[in-house]
């Protein structure tokens, strides 16, 4: 899986027009301006995390990620939200960002519909650390921000969902309009499931024609050079809450039997446990420096039938118990 996350020069004008200092925040992030000026800037997922978290630090104002995500200018957009913003229904293009997103970044976005509320969950799938929370308050409201200019409505928000602590909570509820929930174990937007069958008055069927043909096309490009091993984590990502991982769940979505996937896997110097392991480890990192659940309900959303199991296996994982590693992480 390609880690490269673009770094577009717009990124720094807009930067500056909320009144950051740019210079500044590329010296804290260690990004030279160069990098910005290719044909084709990009940074890895540690370079773009840091990026945005010099941006929280010199930030003089903790709203500066809800003004970035507000209405991105047409030429700002990807290609994966205009195919999005033209599509016959919300639900259908949020399908399509969903689906397009990867050939921007590896940024999984999954839309799962259950007991009348729709979930869409955002996930860096090669980050070490969580994203900045600046970064998730721009990304939501670009999203919200989206959905709300396509059907021309103020589209309501049942809830947003953070993988962080506590923090600016009427801050984001003033600017969402809803519940905030904190210490979630992935970033989410709920949305109404009847919200999805609203139609897109920014609806462009022939623009579609146009560029999704060039969209499937990098998808089935991206699609080859993606390795086995790319599709059980991103499997692994989508299935892991709560839930024992089995290797025979995972390659049944795969489309194989659990023997096959197992053997391909070999092939590529690696196994289903590794994936597993890699997995799990990132994500408990994740959850034990940004929210304050316990350990216990880490270990049963990474899907460790008990504590001890999970503590034994950060250790080998760390070198030290979950608190301990938090407290250092604090």
């Not at 800037?41 to 010099?54: D, K, Q, S, V």
């Not at 196994?271 to 929210?291: E, F, G, I, P």
Request: glycine share 8%; charged share 25%.
């Amino acid at each position: 899986m390609s880690d490269l996350v673009p770094l577009p020069a717009v990124l720094l004008d807009r930067l500056a027009r909320v009144g950051l200092d740019v210079e500044a925040i590329l010296a804290r992030a260690k990004i030279p301006r160069s990098r910005f000026n290719d044909a084709a800037p990009h940074g890895t997922t540690a370079e773009f995390f840091a990026l945005w978290r010099a941006v929280e630090e010199t930030a003089q104002g903790e709203d500066i990620g809800l003004r970035l995500g507000v209405d991105t200018p047409a030429h700002q957009q990807t290609i994966a939200s205009l195919a999005a913003l033209h599509s016959p229904t919300l639900g259908e293009g949020l399908e399509k960002l969903a689906r397009y997103k990867r050939l921007v970044c590896p940024e999984q976005i999954t839309i799962r519909v259950t007991r009348g509320e729709a979930r869409i969950r955002f996930e860096w799938l090669l980050a070490e650390g969580h994203p900045p929370a600046m970064l998730i308050d721009c990304i939501f409201t670009s999203i919200v921000s989206l959905a709300r200019r396509g059907t021309g409505t103020a589209l309501g928000v049942r809830r947003l969902e953070l993988t962080r602590r506590r923090a600016n909570e009427a801050m984001l509820r003033q600017h969402f309009g809803c519940d905030i929930r904190f210490d979630a174990p992935f970033d989410t937007i709920v949305l109404d499931e009847k919200a999805l069958a609203l139609p897109m008055v920014t609806h462009n069927a022939q623009l579609l024609a146009l560029i999704v043909p060039g969209l499937e096309s990098a998808l089935e490009r991206d699609g080859s050079s993606r390795s086995l091993a790319d599709d059980v984590r991103s499997a692994l990502h989508q299935g892991i809450c709560g839930e024992r991982p089995a290797v025979g769940k995972v390659a049944k979505s795969l489309g194989m039997s659990p023997r096959t996937l197992q053997r391909r896997l070999g092939e590529l110097g690696t196994s289903y446990q590794k994936l597993l392991d890699d997995v799990r480890r990132r994500s408990a990192r994740r959850l034990l420096a940004n929210t304050d659940l316990g350990a216990g309900e880490v270990a049963f959303l990474l899907g460790f039938e008990e504590l001890n199991s999970f503590t034994r296996a950060f250790h080998v994982w760390e070198g030290t118990t979950p608190t301990r590693w938090r407290a250092n992480a604090r």
